[in-house]
């Protein structure tokens, strides 16, 4: 399976970014309202500049408390980006994400943002996958 099969089978499709000059406690009320687990940090809204979790900003308000809130999000975002293509197989990915201990991966095309997958959404599709794998050996063996 390819990332371009999991990115149609999401509900949606857009990837929220937010600025680089959004505080901390900015991005924390986003996370919360949208139910999301992170945000791409793009100025225009195609370039993904970097990437902040809520365990990047839980990890800082261990580290300093409360006073990180007001910082901004380039402070305490990765800049070294991993990013994968619509192409890219998904095993490959999940791999990737296992063996980097992150949970979300931009997907990236001629330098745009183009989506975002997690590793749920690797799972999901994984399981899907292996399902029908059964489904039709379950068939043969029945001889359907």
Excluded: W
Excluded at 72 to 101: F, K
Excluded at 116 to 140: C, P, Q, Y
């Amino acid at each position: 399976m390819q990332v371009h099969h999991i990115l149609k089978s999401k509900a949606t499709d857009a990837v929220v970014t937010v600025t680089s000059g959004t505080t901390i406690s900015d991005v924390a009320k986003i996370l919360s309202e949208k139910r999301i687990g992170t945000v791409v940090i793009s100025n225009d809204g195609e370039t993904a500049l970097g990437i902040l979790s809520e365990r990047d900003i839980v990890r800082e308000l261990a580290n300093r408390g409360a006073t990180c809130l007001t910082d901004t999000v380039d402070t305490y975002m990765t800049t070294q980006l991993v990013t994968c293509g619509r192409n890219d197989d998904a095993d490959h990915i999940l791999s990737q994400m296992t063996e980097g201990r992150f949970r979300h991966m931009p997907v990236v095309e001629d330098g745009k943002l183009v989506g975002l997958i997690t590793i749920g959404d690797v799972v999901k599709a994984r399981l899907t996958e292996l399902s029908m794998e059964r489904n039709a050996l379950e068939g043969m063996i029945m001889g359907h």
